[in-house]
Each structure stands twice: as C-alpha cells, then as structure tokens.
C-alpha cells in the first residue's frame, strides 16, 4: 500500500527551518500511535492517517 505524507507548512519555510533537524538531517521520532485511521470516500478508495511525534 502507499503511504502519502504531506506537509502542513509550506515546502519554503519547512526548508529553511532547521529547529527539528538532528545531525546529519536526521528527524528526531518521538512516538508513533499505536493505531491508525481508516477513511473512504468511495466504496473502494481507502487511505489512512497516521500521526508521528
């Protein structure tokens, strides 16, 4: 299955904000939920959130 992840802010201002990047552009992962939800907007369309901390 695909995984679509989208960014809330817009791409130049994600660029030039380096508070959330690590060394080596590492992303520092706080906590992933245990779940995930599932949507549909059709019968046989589906996609699912996931949350990352």
């Known amino acids: 299955q695909d995984i679509n992840i989208s960014l809330w802010r817009l791409p130049e201002k994600v660029k030039s904000d380096r508070s959330v990047f690590m ?31």
């Open 23 to 53: 060394n080596q552009g590492e992303w520092e992962l706080l906590g992933v939920l245990p779940y995930f939800r599932e949507f549909s907007m059709e019968s046989s369309n589906y996609y699912a959130e996931m949350k990352f901390y």
